[in-house]
């Protein structure tokens, strides 16, 4: 098994299977509807596989023997591809659906061979070894529903223009870059007039509501003070520039950009302005269609799958897999399920994108409601999906500062899950076995009056309770116990204290403040099968907290015969309803 941080849960992989009991997985990320062009270079001895996939060499190494000598029936070489985790898409399943031409050497090839046979499409090797095997061989069968057709070298050596998308959103250039960046893309930078049209065209195609933005969308391009033009990405000077105007600069830093005003009279070229100014869309290059993933539950009905997307033949966002397909009809985007006539959800929306989180109508056996939270979302496994889409840590969501531009991160913040049989007046359940526990400490921060006459001493205090709830849940808890207010005590079971002299005589209480906390003590669940994005807690696992600040007055009964060459003991007693001895604990700290 050979593992590369180079795929992962959001690409589509190889899968190089040679006959052993377990396939060796090879990760490149491919892109959907274009000729690959894939060289594999295999030594026996060595255990080394190289592979070549369009521009990008990898080289594996395992210590184990690849392939078994004494094979007596050969060896299958079998390459399929490899989707992500939780999707509906069987894991296996064979999807490569043309092959124009096939060649196997008994030699290894370099890697100098590799990149020239990938590089020039067709032909020979540069040390005119001959294949052992073609498509033309006799040896060579077509089985199964396999058919034969003709197409051209041209069609198949056909340089691949970058898969663009463009996004009617209103960013400056970082947040067009961010934009880019979690979708798995970038923004785009053409190396030659042919790639600069391809993108100029896209952006024409769909584009709408431009008229009030002079910028169009923004390259991935700078250019400093010193007058020097850079890639944003990775700092390297630009290949090809097609800069319109040159003027001073004003400013620091300023962005390449497609003017918009100047589309308009069909030119291309490119210009510069402040990297602050909203664009009228933002346009994304990509490598390899981006995987995304669908959430949402009802009910008993949930959703947890990966989607690709993609554009159509006329350039609509569509979302796809093997079972459901979202796409955009006449302003309305629907949830198709795979031979199925009519959709299971859909949204009315001027939106370019469902992507973040949005209300969808429904009409699913299972879902009882009308309306359906779905999120389309490119972020990872440690991020939250803002409405819009944007992508921000997990560990921001529900910490009272505004992390989403929509501020959506702090909606829908209550901390507490509460099952439907959970009965407040009732303390957490005990057992003979394992007692429920409450923990206890009392700090005395001053002494507000001490009077011997009357015996009466008056003091602040802090009295501290914690326990556990196995019936509860919690959720985006934060490290900081001040962030994980519970807001309405009443919902939760908490302690009910008495306090008494030490004569269980009354006492005077004044109440400063009284809070309950939820300390997180543990790490989240761990769900495979998840609808929901939010962080997860147990009950029995962290504790909640009660601070119960108060000023006590009580008398003291004192034996003032040796006063003041004495010492008295002066004490109160605290107890708690409801808590019974021998099933409860009380432990004091």
């Not at 060649?103 to 040390?127: F, K, P, T």
């Not at 069968?141 to 223009?161: D, F, M, R």
Request: include cysteine; glycine fraction near 4%.
């Amino acid at each position: 098994m050979f593992t590369d941080d180079g795929c992962g849960q959001d690409s589509t992989c190889f899968n190089l299977d040679m006959g052993r009991n377990s396939p060796h997985l090879l990760y490149m990320a491919i892109r959907l509807y274009v000729w690959q062009h894939l060289c594999i270079a295999i030594n026996q001895a060595n255990s080394i596989i190289r592979l070549a996939l369009n521009d990008k060499v990898k080289k594996y190494i395992n210590e184990d023997k690849l392939i078994d000598a004494d094979t007596e029936n050969g060896t299958n070489l079998t390459i399929t591809q490899v989707f992500p985790k939780f999707s509906s898409i069987p894991v296996n399943q064979p999807r490569i659906n043309h092959l124009s031409d096939l060649r196997l050497y008994n030699q290894e090839i370099s890697e100098e061979d590799m990149n020239h046979y990938i590089n020039n499409c067709s032909g020979d090797l540069q040390n005119s070894a001959q294949p052992v095997l073609t498509l033309d061989s006799d040896l060579l069968q077509v089985k199964g529903s396999a058919q034969l057709t003709n197409i051209s070298e041209e069609q198949v050596c056909a340089s691949v223009q970058p898969m663009s998308i463009f996004f009617n959103r209103r960013h400056n250039f970082k947040k067009a870059q961010d934009w880019c960046s979690q979708l798995g893309g970038s923004l785009p930078l053409p190396e030659s007039h042919e790639t600069n049209t391809f993108f100029y065209n896209q952006a024409l195609k769909s584009r709408r509501g431009c008229d009030d933005y002079s910028i169009l969308y923004w390259l991935d391009a700078v250019n400093n003070a010193s007058g020097d033009f850079y890639k944003m990405t990775d700092g390297k000077p630009l290949k090809w520039i097609n800069l319109w105007s040159w003027g001073r600069n004003n400013f620091e830093i300023l962005c390449l950009v497609i003017d918009n005003r100047r589309f308009n009279k069909g030119s291309d070229e490119w210009r510069l302005t402040s990297c602050r100014r909203p664009s009228c869309g933002v346009l994304c290059s990509f490598d390899y269609s981006p995987w995304l993933k669908l959430q949402g539950k009802c009910d008993s009905f949930t959703l947890d799958t990966y989607v690709i997307m993609s554009t159509d033949v006329n350039n609509n966002i569509q979302f796809f897999n093997r079972v459901y397909r979202l796409s955009l009809v006449n302003n309305t985007w629907t949830m198709m399920e795979e031979n199925q006539q009519f959709p299971m959800a859909e949204i009315t929306s001027e939106m370019d994108t469902p992507l973040g989180r949005h209300y969808w109508r429904v009409w699913q056996s299972g879902c009882s409601q009308d309306k359906m939270l779905l999120v389309l979302s490119a972020c990872g496994a440690k991020e939250y999906t803002c409405n819009d889409g944007t992508c921000i840590n997990i560990n921001k969501r529900c910490n009272l500062i505004l992390e989403c531009p929509d501020h959506s991160d702090e909606e829908h913040c209550e901390k507490v899950l509460l099952p439907h049989n959970y009965y407040p007046r009732l303390p957490p359940p005990s057992t003979v076995q394992r007692p429920f526990q409450l923990g206890l400490t009392l700090s005395i921060s001053s002494v507000r009056k001490f009077c011997p006459t009357t015996f009466t001493v008056v003091i602040d205090t802090n009295l501290i309770f914690w326990w556990s709830d196995s019936r509860l849940t919690y959720r985006n808890l934060q490290t900081s116990y001040y962030d994980n207010t519970v807001p309405n005590m009443s919902q939760v079971w908490h302690p009910k204290v008495n306090i008494k002299d030490g004569y269980y005589g009354a006492v005077d209480l004044t109440h400063h403040s009284r809070n309950i906390h939820i300390l997180r003590d543990s790490r989240p669940f761990m769900i495979f099968e998840k609808s929901s994005e939010d962080n997860e807690y147990p009950g029995d696992w962290n504790r909640l907290q009660m601070d119960q600040k108060q000023i006590i007055s009580f008398r003291c009964h004192l034996n003032l015969h040796m006063y003041p060459f004495d010492t008295q003991r002066c004490s109160i007693i605290i107890s708690v309803q409801d808590l019974h001895v021998g099933v409860e604990e009380l432990l004091e700290v």
